[in-house]
């Protein structure tokens, strides 16, 4: 899958695109393919480095995201692929 992932915090830089492995949803997960994301305040925060240790490079950005539901983990109820 494609991501944009972010390599440096700081700046208006630092952002690659990149392939990685389709993950696959584990229990009680969603797998969606994102139509559409946006930034909230969490992902300002990563972005900007404020937290820390607790993020490590490289990471992808996009905490709210709406899209079709691709695949579902075991004990997922609610939604179901497409």
Known sequence: MRVME???FGGPGGF??????TPTPGPKEALVR???T???????????GVFG?????????????????EAVGSGVTGVSPG
């Open 6 to 8: 972010l390599t440096t």
């Open 16 to 21: 690659v695109a990149s392939e990685r492995d």
């Open 53 to 69: 240790p607790m993020v490590a490079v490289p990471v992808v950005l996009g905490f709210d995201c709406s899209g079709v539901v």
């Open 34 to 36: 994102v139509r559409a």
């Open 38 to 48: 946006s930034l909230n305040p969490a992902d300002v925060g990563v972005r900007s």
